[in-house]
T-cell receptor
Framework: GESVGLHLPTLSVQEGDNSIINCAYS??????FIWYKQESGKGPQFIID???NMDKRQGQRVTVLLNKTVKHLSLQIAATQPGDSAVYFC???WGSGGSNYKLTFGKGTLLTVNP | DVKVTQSSRYLVKRTGEKVFLECVQD?????MFWYRQDPGLGLRLIYF???????EKGDIPEGYSVSREKKERFSLILESASTNQTSMYLC????????????FGPGTRLLVL
């Protein structure tokens, strides 16, 4: 979920387990969503995206699920590895006139993978 | 692969100094963005450029200006740095056909003393 204040929600998993990271988005008109991974001291890295005409999209070891009814997005990581440890955050976009470049970002979830 | 590079990973400046942060992308993207990232506040858009010499204010443009003289390069300028501009600065780019799909650089961590 989203963070409040300075402390990010944290998810701790064992290596090899599956991880599920959740995101509640704000705008029912949003029609495009991205998941980013940000390792400590680095810039956000694009993982996967999904448009609102889909409810599921799969990548390599990752799956994004979209539930528009409850405005909820999730990122599933299969067989989580230590290299997956990072902050993950979602971003939403709603195209409206000349502002369809704008992304609204969530605060993120810290994923820690224990060996 | 999309490559967005930023001129410095770390910078330390003094209050009142003029600061230039440079960003270069090699994918011929039309759009370029500058964000700052602060704990608890997430990413906030400072400025956006959709073409050479074109710019639009983002959500927090105060205290900043930008320059886009070439398509591949987008500069963020702090005219007179202040301590509240200590932050992580992130540059991103996206193609015109998919403006919303933004790719980020590694970031510049700026400390203003």
């Amino acid at each position: 979920g989203e963070s409040v204040g300075l402390h990010l929600p944290t998810l701790s998993v064992q290596e090899g387990d599956n991880s599920i990271i959740n995101c509640a988005y704000s705008n029912s008109a949003s029609d495009y969503f991205i998941w980013y991974k940000q390792e400590s001291g680095k810039g956000p890295q694009f993982i996967i995206d999904i448009r609102s005409n889909m409810d599921k999209r799969q990548g390599q070891r990752v799956t994004v699920l979209l539930n528009k009814t409850v405005k909820h997005l999730s990122l599933q990581i299969a067989a989580t590895q230590p290299g997956d440890s990072a902050v993950y955050f979602c971003a939403e976009n709603w195209g409206s006139g000349g502002s369809n470049y704008k992304l609204t970002f969530g605060k993120g979830t810290l994923l820690t993978v224990n060996p | 692969d999309v490559k967005v590079t930023q001129s410095s990973r770390y910078l330390v400046k003094r209050t009142g100094e003029k600061v230039f942060l440079e960003c270069v992308q090699d994918m011929d993207h039309e759009n370029m963005f500058w964000y700052r990232q602060d704990p608890g506040l997430g990413l906030r858009l400072i400025y956006f450029s959709y073409d050479v010499k074109m710019k639009e204010k983002g959500d927090i443009p105060e205290g900043y200006s930008v320059s886009r003289e070439k398509k591949e390069r987008f500069s963020l300028i702090l005219e007179s740095a202040s301590t509240n501009q200590t932050s992580m600065y992130l540059c991103a780019s996206s193609p015109m056909a998919r403006q919303e799909t933004q790719y980020f650089g590694p970031g510049t961590r700026l400390l203003v003393l």
